[in-house]
């Protein structure tokens, strides 16, 4: 599976999130807070085995699943 891929079964499925797309706004929407924020950045850690730098954890590269899916690509997971 893609990271893509991971990432849309993970809100899917393991949060229960639906009708959303790569390109939803997870924050405007409401499915994202700051905790959930962080359990997204140990999320990704774990899955894609990274490390997430300091200067990387900021609101615009968790805001979507494809701002996620270009931090993890950019990042070498």
Known sequence: MSPKEILLDFFKNEKKISGIDENTDLFAEGHVNSLFALEMV???????????????????????IA???????????
């Not at 730098?53 to 979507?64: G, I, Q, V």
């Open 42 to 64: 140990v999320f990704l850690e774990k899955t894609f085995s990274l490390k997430i730098p300091r200067k990387e954890l900021n609101k615009a590269n968790f805001t979507s």
């Open 67 to 77: 701002a996620m899916t270009a931090l993890i690509e950019r990042l070498g997971g």
